[in-house]
């Protein structure tokens, strides 16, 4: 008789798959980097902008009309650029790793006595 499959036994195999667990670790690992990104985006522009902000009477980037805008795509630019070295640098070990083939074996060799042609002067 055969087992009837249940939702929660259904999550449980979706789940114990290799690739949800991994993905999921991902998604949480990119939401870190993220926060970590746009906190240093926004202290370097900051402190570099700072002249101008103070001419500008904004206390930061953000206050500006478009400044969120700029600071995420500076973050996009930064992310995809870090993601970029990271599946290179990924791309790079896997043409390493490759297995490297033996050498094709000598041809036999035959051992074929054969008189050699003398040159005869006619």
Known sequence: MKRRSTFLS????????????????????????????????????????????????????????????????INFIVIAFVVFLIVRGIEAMKRGERPISAPAPDPPRLNLLLPLPTWQKL
């Open 10 to 73: 259904d999550f449980k195999d979706f789940v114990n798959k290799g690739n949800v667990v991994d993905l999921a670790v991902a998604v949480i690992i990119g939401g870190a980097f993220g926060k970590v990104v746009d906190a240093v985006v926004s202290l370097v522009m900051t402190s570099l902008l700072a002249p101008a902000l103070k001419a500008a009477n904004v206390s930061a980037i953000s206050a500006w009309p478009a400044g969120a805008v700029i600071v995420a795509l």
